[in-house]
């Protein structure tokens, strides 16, 4: 079966937005990370668009993927 598409992402401002393309003007969909901690796992080629010898452009949109990992925090509770 066929790879899936790429797609694209926006982390600002607390809200992860999620758009088809990196055309798109408008997000498809946002998520509020309230509650949740953003760890940056740095970034990895997109080796679909590097092409078999790596030698793609660096620039191009699609090139890398960033990739992050978001946790819920545990809602404190307080005992009285």
Do not use: M, W
């Amino acid at each position: 079966s066929p790879p899936p598409p790429l797609r694209f992402v926006r982390l600002d401002h607390g809200q992860l937005s999620y758009y088809k393309s990196h055309e798109d003007k408008s997000p498809r969909y946002i998520l509020t990370l309230k509650n949740c901690a953003v760890r940056d796992e740095g970034s990895k080629v997109n080796k679909r668009k590097a092409g078999s010898g790596g030698g793609g452009d660096k620039n191009e949109v699609g090139a890398h993927f960033h990739v992050f990992s978001v946790y819920q925090r545990p809602i404190k509770t307080t005992t009285t």
